[in-house]
């Protein structure tokens, strides 16, 4: 038997296929509805099919896995799925889909359509899936869980990115310092730090933060609730995290270690702000004179500089000091304690600043020349001393007998003088001297030498005129 043919399709009919239905099919005539959702179809077979949708019949099962579906046509696709067959592909990222639905959908997403919105917060999504997941988040449900820590999440994709905590997996790498990250969103807004952004504010005091998270727990702080205190210091705290690092600070624990210069801190926020030094971040800028800082705290106390603030005064000699710290280190000059140690000479200091003055004498490098006698020297502060000399300016008085000197050095020296301080001794005989100048006249005895010694700064000189002139400068 001759097969018959569509008319318009010119493909072969089926035996029980009518040539008039056949034709209402190619021209849109649809007369069959369903009764419960009101799809309409052509032939009475696909209304058939549909039906079972409604009343969940699932004749058709893969071979492959199992899994059984609602409609032929849907089994097709699935099939795909197992064969790798992927023939809707799109024009724009060339991304492939088993289903031309699929592709559609993927479609909106390029186009930023956002059909689906939620009643509940307004968010919108491209896929329905997404905003199903999305629901989850407002009832709280939680219907994938960790098989290692137990811990339930809202969405499958969640959880996913979840396991690559356990995994250790961090994929997503820094370009700029080189810390690693499980989540791009995660690099996304470490980015943002060295970018300076920060887009969450405080409605209150108006502090800005890089991350939404610093912001919610800032926000904290203004509502005033300080739950959790500590049992040493009795200070209080806002969040237990908080007072779990604070008692790192009692136990002296330092487990946030630079990569750079070896240095450990109690906190990650104090190392954050120590790694902005390395870089050269000065994000804190002085409004009066221009100088920027690493850290706020700095700025702060540079300012009582500006006010005229110091508030730490020394209970011996009466010195006051913006900082507790500068305080300090002005106590270890009366405790005579000296720290900082020259390695080429051996000569110690008091204060760091002072040895780092010290090793540019070694260095040779003496940029700073009198234009009268020629003498040069490595500091300008040197300098303008010594041309306090040349200009006869004497503004070091003593207090005791009015007796003034051109530097402080010298002042200090006579000082020692009127409190019977001899700081000078000699090694041959053991006697000591208030003055250095005093044991260099004294060492030429022990040498039958007969040169003048000046007795502030322990110059040789060759006869006492020599010497009358010389102490006439000073």
């Known amino acids: 038997m001759k097969d018959r043919l569509c008319d318009i399709a010119k493909k072969p009919l089926s035996q029980k296929v009518n040539r008039k239905l056949n034709i209402c099919a190619h021209a849109g005539i649809i007369n069959r509805d369903c009764d419960i959702c009101g799809k309409s179809f052509t032939w009475k077979s696909q209304l058939k099919s549909h039906m079972d949708i409604h009343i969940g019949a699932k004749k058709h099962q893969c071979d492959i896995c199992g899994k059984a ?68 988040v407002h009832i709280g449900a939680k219907k994938h869980q960790c098989d290692i820590c137990g811990k339930a999440f809202s969405s499958k994709g969640i959880l996913e990115r979840h396991m690559d905590v356990h995994a250790g997996v961090k994929n997503h790498k820094c370009d700029i310092c080189g810390k690693s990250f499980i989540r791009k969103g995660h690099l996304s807004v470490h980015m943002d730090m060295h970018a300076g952004k920060k887009n969450h504010k405080c409605d209150v005091c108006g502090r800005a933060f890089t991350r939404k998270e610093e912001l919610t727990h800032h926000i904290k702080l203004h509502v005033g609730n300080k739950n959790h205190k500590c049992d040493i210091c009795e200070n209080s705290f806002v969040h237990k995290s908080s007072l779990n690092k604070h008692m790192d600070i009692h136990a002296g624990v330092k487990n946030h270690k630079c990569d750079i210069c070896g240095k450990a801190f109690t906190q990650n926020r104090q190392l954050s702000l120590h790694m902005d030094m390395h870089v050269g971040m000065k994000n804190h800028k002085c409004d009066v004179c221009g100088r920027a800082f690493t850290q706020k705290g700095d700025l702060t106390h540079h300012m009582k500089v500006h006010a005229g603030i110091k508030n730490h005064k020394c209970d011996i000699c009466g010195n006051s000091f913006v900082r507790k710290y500068s305080l300090n280190k002005h106590m270890d000059i009366h405790a005579g304690v000296k720290n900082h140690k020259c390695d080429i000479c051996g000569e110690a200091f008091t204060q760091k600043d002072n040895l780092k003055r010290h090793t540019k004498i070694h260095a040779g490098n003496k940029n700073h020349k009198c234009d009268i006698c020629g003498n040069s020297f490595v500091r300008k502060g040197t300098l303008n001393n010594h041309m306090d000399i040349h200009a006869g300016v004497k503004n070091h008085e003593c207090d005791i007998c009015g007796k003034a000197f051109t530097q402080k050095e010298y002042l200090k020296c006579h000082m020692d003088m009127h409190a019977g301080i001899k700081r000078h001794k000699c090694d041959i005989c053991g006697k000591t001297f208030t003055q250095k100048g005093h044991l260099m006249r004294h060492m030429d005895m022990h040498a039958c030498n007969k040169k003048q010694y000046c007795y502030v700064c322990g110059k040789a000189l060759t006869g006492t005129a020599n010497l009358k002139r010389h102490m006439n400068i000073q």
């Open 69 to 136: 579906f609602s409609a032929k046509g849907i089994l097709g696709c699935h099939m795909n799925t197992h064969a790798g067959v992927r023939n809707h592909k799109c024009d724009i990222c060339g991304k492939s889909f088993i289903r031309k639905g699929h592709l559609s959908v993927h479609m909106d997403m390029h186009a930023g359509t956002k059909n689906h919105k939620c009643d509940v917060c307004g968010k919108a999504f491209t896929w329905k899936s997404q905003l199903k997941s999305h629901m989850d």
